[in-house]
């Protein structure tokens, strides 16, 4: 149990490192909302090596924690709904097979950017936002990829790091 608690604790310090990191590279494309997602690896890597209760804690840990630090309220309301979203659809996704990590990764990336776009719709009163749908899908595809690139390489080289049980 307590080697449990040290693998939690070692996939919280690193996505928060993955978002501080983030916060210093200048991946601006001009288009708002726009991120690479680093943090998100470390999620991706958590629902194959950690179980499912404990990858929505780190994921609700993960929001809430850069949120405070390097964000705001809204950038909280507006990444706890795409997480949400997004873990949602890449645990189905992985329990219901086929699909390799970097297919669920990409399909985690545009569901995240999706669950944002519908907080944004409720912010702003209006449905006139999804306009930047297409944007965002294209955006979610690509980081997604990258993303589940990377995890997929990452998740062979700990292959023999066992954290069950």
């Known amino acids: 149990m307590k080697s449990r608690v040290a693998y939690f604790g070692v996939f919280t310090a690193l996505a928060l490192i993955f978002s501080y990191v983030e916060t210093l590279i200048p991946f601006q494309i001009g288009i708002p909302g726009v991120k690479l997602g680093l943090a998100n690896l470390i999620i991706v890597i958590a629902l194959y090596k950690l179980s499912l209760k404990e990858t929505w804690l780190l994921a609700v840990t993960r929001v809430l924690l850069s949120g405070f630090i390097f964000g705001n309220y809204f950038s909280i309301i507006y990444s706890l709904a795409g997480s949400a979203l997004s873990l949602l659809v890449m645990n189905y996704l992985k329990k219901r097979g086929g699909f390799s990590v970097m297919g669920i990764s ?49 998740l062979k080289r700990l292959a023999n790091i066992n954290i069950e049980g």
């Open 106 to 154: 990409l399909a985690g990336g545009t569901a995240h950017n999706m669950g944002q776009l519908l907080v944004a719709m409720v912010v702003v009163e209006t449905y006139s936002v999804a306009y930047y749908l297409p944007v965002l899908l294209i955006a979610g595809v690509i980081t997604g990829l990258i993303i589940g690139f990377v995890a997929a390489e990452m």
